[in-house]
């Protein structure tokens, strides 16, 4: 999805616990952040620092829910002009209670740009099915993007390994190119305005 943007600045953050990046005492920002944190983790939010980064809120500490939290960690260090890419469970896109919270307000602050859907057995140590959540900083999506999140339902771009899934150029391919696109394709794809997903209840399954 970042391919031909020229030097870009690029964070790789494992988990919330790992040392931070830091600037003269400060949270380091990046123009492109791409990741694929470990899914479904606990976390300590008495231990956590800059906890400004969660603006959205927070998650519950017990019942394996971080992975919003690690959302929001993104979104924090990067530029004004930045963007984000993160690969995520399905279940940060419906899930209730704090976690819809953070999703209504990411929603209703515009910087949810694309949500991918996957094939299941695409990455190593779980089987479900993911999904790439494509963000921005406030006011950063062009100009013709704002106010809409394009879905794209690529859960059948897949070739079939002995022991995992992957995906072969061609998937790539017709991925980027519609997202880049940011079209309607039948049966793969729609750009939804944010009032669309308002009245869905900001479900985004």
């Given at each position: 999805l970042l391919h031909g943007i020229p030097d870009a600045d690029i964070q790789h953050q494992d988990t919330l616990t790992n040392p931070l990046h830091l600037e003269e005492?400060?949270?380091?920002?990046?123009?492109?952040?791409?990741?694929?944190?470990?899914?479904?983790?606990n976390y300590d939010r008495g231990a956590m620092r800059f906890t400004e980064r969660f603006r959205h809120g927070?998650?519950?500490?017990?019942?394996?829910?971080?992975d919003l939290m690690f959302l929001q960690h993104m979104l924090a260090v990067l530029r004004p002009n930045g963007m984000?890419?993160?690969?995520?469970?399905h279940g940060v896109l419906f899930r209730g209670g704090a976690e819809k919270e953070i999703r209504a307000s990411i929603i209703a602050d515009d910087l949810l740009e694309a949500v991918i859907g996957l094939a299941p057995n695409l990455f190593?140590?779980?089987?479900?099915?993911?999904?790439?959540?494509?963000?921005?900083?406030?006011?950063?999506?062009?100009?013709?993007r704002q106010g809409k999140v394009l879905f794209i339902n690529a859960d059948a771009e897949y070739h079939a390994g002995r022991a995992q899934n992957y995906l072969r150029p061609e998937h790539i391919e017709k991925i980027v190119s519609t997202f880049h696109g940011f079209t309607d394709v039948d049966r793969y794809s729609r750009a939804v305005t944010v009032e669309q997903l308002a009245e869905n209840d900001y479900n985004l399954n």
């Open positions: 005492g400060e949270l380091m920002r990046f123009e492109r952040v791409i990741t694929n944190p470990p899914f479904s983790l927070f998650c519950p500490e017990g019942g394996k829910k971080a984000m890419a993160t690969v995520m469970p190593y140590g779980t089987g479900i099915p993911a999904c790439i959540l494509v963000l921005r900083p406030p006011h950063a999506k062009p100009p013709e």
